[in-house]
Structures are given as C-alpha cells and as structure tokens.
Nanobody, 126 residues
Framework: VQLQASGGGLVQPGGSLRLSCVASGFTFSRNVMAWFRQAPGKEREFVAAFRPGNSNPIYADSVKGRFTASRDSAKATSYLQLNSLKPEDTAVYFC????????????????????WGQGTLVTVSS
C-alpha cells in the first residue's frame, strides 16, 4: 500500500495550492481518506476527511470555507484545494487512508488511519 502526496510549495498569504495524493495497493473507492497536517513544533492535526461514496467531507474549523477536499476514484487520487492561505497554515500535509470503516465521530483522529503518505510541505510566507 502506498500513498504519494505532492503539490506543496511556497505561497504568499492569500494564495492557493492544490495538493494531490495518489493511492496504490488497495481499493481506493472503499477507504476512508483524510488529510492531516503538522506544523513545526506542534502535534499532527486533522484537516479534512470523507468516507466512500459520501460527497460531503468534514473539515477542521480552522480550514472550513477555505479548503476543499475531493476524490477521484477512477484515478485513485484524493485532492485538497487550499485557498486564502494564511501563515498559520504552514505545515507538512499528510494524506491518510483507513483499511476499515470509521464512524463519523472518529474520523478526526489520526490513530484510526493505518496508511500514510510521506507528506508535502506547504509554506505560507511573504
């Protein structure tokens, strides 16, 4: 099982980026997919997640209205569109997947995901 994240970079405040996560080695369409991030010196935190067949992702309050998560099962790829970026969004962003079902109240917890990508760095700075 592999998750390959990409799309990070340096962007000015107010700018945008789109992160991608290509999955292989498992049935993408049947897995819960999520994005987390970890800022320097801080713990990993939840960003967004969605369950198979569910068109309504859930988001952390800090990114709601600015970030949009989506998935393309035909390409086995999940995406995270980052808009209106702020310096506090600077972090390594990780995609994650679960091999099993996760109830809604547990989707924000990193320990419920058993597959992780290597992370892609997003730096928001002028």
């Amino acid at each position: 099982v592999q998750l390959q994240a990409s799309g990070g970079g340096l962007v000015q405040p107010g700018g945008s980026l789109r992160l991608s996560c290509v999955a292989s080695g498992f049935t993408f369409s049947r897995n819960v997919m999520a994005w987390f991030r970890q800022a320097p010196g801080k713990e990993r935190e939840f960003v967004a997640a969605f369950r198979p067949g569910n068109s309504n992702p859930i988001y952390a309050d800090s990114v709601k209205g600015r970030f949009t998560a989506s998935r393309d099962s035909a390409k086995a790829t999940s995406y995270l569109q980052l808009n209106s970026l702020k310096p506090e969004d600077t972090a390594v962003y990780f995609c994650a997947a679960s091999s099993g079902w996760i109830i809604l109240s547990e989707m924000r917890k990193s320990e419920n995901y058993n597959y992780w990508g290597q992370g892609t760095l997003v730096t928001v700075s002028s």
